[in-house]
């Protein structure tokens, strides 16, 4: 059977094809059902080889929340105090026009950088997301926003060691002997790839998972390996020392497609396996087995999350994890290599969406995970900034440093306008609010980071109420700042979409926008995932064509991170980069800040929860009652010592500040590590704060990636559960 668009009546009942919006490797494809412009339901489109006819947790009642009562749909203006909640309706009229006076006075006061945009992925789409609002703040003149808050780490590193290639097809995991997923729990962040890793099981492979936490992924693993959070360098550099020593290498491989070898090997020779157990907490022999496993077994594949960037030496260790399958000839066959990202196969035309060529001679690039302190006037801006632009993003409850950021938004000369579908706790501290559609009122299409599939979102309804979307949204304030006079700024959805592709792509050959539209997805036309072997004979995307153990980027200190910055690269700081892979311990560990750990022992990590997506679903009842409330996982001896027991109250505090969750005692977490799932809404949470108040807005080693694992905490019990957060 094959489904079409908008072809299949029962009744009234309409089935339209559409695309799961959000920031998830899997961009499934959607099948809605809408009956007199309602939706009804929504389901996994069984045609999609990647998603197979099944959504997620998350998504599965998408309809509940298209029709929820608490959408935002019409625009509102602060009536109560900053954060209170309190709004009143206006007209889109009005919304825009205090927006448009304000800005202009902000501008002739203390020029456009006054003005800044944040955002990032609350829709993937490729019109409505990442870069839907660049070109009108690149011509404004505003503060760039970087959004450096995920993978920019990672994908510095792998550029950097085997260049923008999307590597390994997912779906040739089928093929692979030996799966490793690492800092990657794929059964709730990925879990479309599932099925082809148990394939590739029934056919023999071997998986294993390399996490602090017996994950529900590590649970169904052949080994769980636990590892110390922010080690994983030390581990990856100690298998090159056991690769090297006993010469399990590809030796043929090594010289034809790699550079940097003797160095390299030099560089290794100080990572053994007792050097190594002792930074990681994996006993001597079980490294060495992990070593003499990953290269028996040809092809084998390491699966990276993207929680495996988030400390200080983040970047490094995805260099040293890049490096391995060069080492050992995984790249021969498909199947074998590294996946981090599949973005870079897709032919999306980056440079007309973000528009460089609209920006003013010099912009301010501010980067966004440093919010809060430039809220609080921590970074001495000159000029400050006066107005801040929220789409796409819940800043209060995703960014680091959270008291901070609300400190910030309580400012009353601070004017904050936001897009959003639902009261968030950031849009809570909007002076004006606007309403946002959700991706079945809007025309849309979509790359993917975790397949090779363009996959197409055909509006399924009207839009609710007032409802826009954001490329509506940006069209409307163009009108309003006089950006009319350029046609760019007028175009429809349609023309955007013609313009957003490289259809001339040979990725996209034979493919044409009606067909797309027509089935809702297409294959980028790459060799069928049991041929797919890009670097089975080298050419890497690298400037040397080799996999770069030394890395010529490094060398040069040639770092440009243009997607995260609307296009801008000019004023890139040269970083010193050590151009062979390194261990880089965490910032605040035990072993590495004795003096912070006397106070604060314990270190906190806050991945993925399973039913809410980043902070998204933090308000849907079905989610909620899934995920439960906030929680914080513990080893029994942490607990011991600190006589707190499950189902209690407890607070989790440093310096930043403190949140409140009730205590699980469990042997999945490793000692010395507590778990607290991120994505919780304060208003959810009991007291004042959620994860975010403990966690820190420093950067990793490369690509400005955040470092919101590399904290350490204490943690005690509260009895009256009344005590303030700090
Ligand atoms: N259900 C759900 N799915 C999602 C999302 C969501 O919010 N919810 N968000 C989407 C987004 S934006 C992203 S970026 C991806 C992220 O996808 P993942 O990277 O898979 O997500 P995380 O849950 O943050 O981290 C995965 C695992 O890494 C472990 N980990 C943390 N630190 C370390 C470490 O230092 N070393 C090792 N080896 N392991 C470590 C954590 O314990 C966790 O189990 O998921 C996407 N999918
Ligand atoms: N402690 C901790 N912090 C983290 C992470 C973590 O694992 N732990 N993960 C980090 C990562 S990997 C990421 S990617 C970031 C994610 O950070 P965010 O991008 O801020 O993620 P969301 O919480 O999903 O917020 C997206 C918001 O956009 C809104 N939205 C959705 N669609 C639209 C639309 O079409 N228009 C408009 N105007 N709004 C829309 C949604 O309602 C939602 O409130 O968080 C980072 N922060
Ligand atoms: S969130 Fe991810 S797994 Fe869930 S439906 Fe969307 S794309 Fe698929
Ligand atoms: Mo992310």
């Given at each position: 059977m094959s489904i079409k668009n908008s072809n299949i009546k029962t009744d009234d009942i309409k089935t339209i094809i559409g695309a799961c919006?959000?920031?998830?490797?899997?961009t499934c494809s959607m099948l809605i059902s809408v009956q007199s412009d309602k939706v009804l339901g929504v389901r996994g489109n069984p045609d999609h080889p990647f998603t197979r006819g099944r959504l997620c947790a998350k998504v599965i009642n998408y309809q509940d929340r298209v029709n929820s009562s608490q959408r935002i749909l019409h625009p509102m203006r602060r009536?109560?105090?900053?954060?209170?909640g309190q709004f009143r309706r206006i007209s889109w009229d009005e919304a825009l026009k205090e927006i448009g006076d304000c800005w202009n006075k902000i501008i002739d006061d203390d020029?456009?950088?006054a003005i800044l945009p944040y955002s990032y992925l609350g829709t993937q789409g490729i019109i409505n997301g990442l870069n839907v609002g660049d070109p009108f703040f690149n011509r404004l003149g505003a503060t760039i926003g970087e959004r450096t808050f995920c993978d920019s780490g990672a994908s510095t590193a792998i550029i950097m060691t085997i260049g923008d290639s999307a590597a390994v097809d997912p779906e040739s995991l089928v093929h692979s002997k030996y799966i490793i997923l690492w800092a990657c729990n794929i059964l709730s962040t990925n879990s479309h790839l599932w099925p082809f890793i148990a394939e590739a099981r029934k056919r023999g492979a071997k998986l294993v998972v390399i996490d602090p936490f017996r994950t529900r992924t590590a649970r169904k693993a052949d080994w769980h390996i636990p590892i110390l959070p922010g080690t994983d360098g030390a581990l990856a550099l100690g298998i090159m020392h056991i690769l090297i020593k006993e010469n399990l290498v590809d030796q043929d491989y090594i010289d034809k497609y790699t550079l940097g070898y003797d160095e390299l090997k030099i560089r290794v020779e100080d990572y053994d396996p007792e050097t190594v157990s002792v930074a990681t907490g994996i006993a001597a022999e079980d490294i060495c087995t992990l070593a003499r496993e990953y290269a028996g077994n040809n092809p084998a594949v390491i699966r990276i999350g993207v929680a495996i960037e988030r400390h200080a030496g983040g970047g490094q260790t995805v260099r040293a994890l890049a490096c391995l399958p060069a080492l050992t000839g995984a790249?021969?066959?498909?199947?074998g290599g590294i996946l981090q990202m599949t973005t870079w196969a897709h032919p999306v035309n980056w440079g007309q969406l973000m528009r460089p060529d609209m920006l003013p001679e010099s912009p301010r690039v501010l980067n966004l995970w440093r919010l809060g302190q430039a809220l609080v006037d921590e970074l001495s801006l000159d000029p400050p900034i006066k107005s801040l632009m929220i789409y796409n993003a819940n800043p209060v409850v995703t960014g680091a440093d959270q008291n901070k950021i609300i400190a910030g938004l309580q400012r009353e000369d601070l004017f904050t306008v936001v897009s959003e579908q639902f009261m968030t706790d950031t849009a809570r501290y909007a002076d004006i609010l606007l309403p946002a559609t959700t991706q079945l009122e809007q025309e849309d299409i979509m790359f993917s980071w975790g397949h090779l599939y363009m996959t197409y979102n055909n509006r399924?309804?009207?839009?609710?109420?007032?409802a826009i979307s954001n490329s509506e949204l940006f069209r409307r304030l163009a009108y309003v700042m006089g950006f009319d006079d350029d046609p760019y700024f007028k175009r429809s959805d349609d023309q955007m979409i013609e313009e957003a592709i490289i259809w001339e792509s040979p990725m996209l050959k034979d493919v044409d926008l009606e067909t797309l539209k027509e089935k809702g997805y297409v294959r980028l036309n790459i060799p069928g995932p049991d041929h797919y072997a890009p670097h089975a004979e080298g050419n890497f995307r690298t400037a040397s064509g080799k996999c770069e153990f030394k890395s010529s980027v490094a060398v040069s200190g040639n770092f440009v991170l243009p997607l995260l910055r609307q296009g801008y690269d000019g004023d890139q700081p040269k970083d010193t980069v050590d151009p062979l892979p390194h261990y880089i311990p965490p910032r605040e560990t035990p072993q590495t800040n004795k003096i912070l750990a006397k106070k604060y022992p314990l270190n906190l990590i806050s991945p993925k929860s399973h039913t809410f997506l980043n902070s998204s679903y933090g308000n849907m009842k079905r989610q909620l009652r899934s995920a439960g409330r906030q929680f914080i996982l513990i080893h029994p001896e942490d607990a011991k010592s600190r006589k707190i027991e499950t189902d209690q109250k407890v607070k989790i505090f440093n310096d930043r500040g403190s949140f409140i969750a009730s205590v699980t005692v469990t042997e999945d977490v490793m000692p010395g590590v507590l778990i607290a799932p991120s994505g919780y809404w304060l208003e959810q949470n009991q007291g004042k704060g959620t994860v975010q108040s403990v966690t820190s807005s420093q950067f990793s080693d490369l690509g400005r990636a955040p470092t919101f694992s590399d904290i350490l905490v204490e943690i005690k019990s509260t009895y009256s559960g009344n005590e303030k957060s700090k």
């Open positions: 919006p959000h920031d998830c490797p899997d009536i109560g105090s900053k954060g209170s020029g456009p950088q790249w021969r066959k498909p199947g399924a309804v009207s839009p609710l109420g007032e």
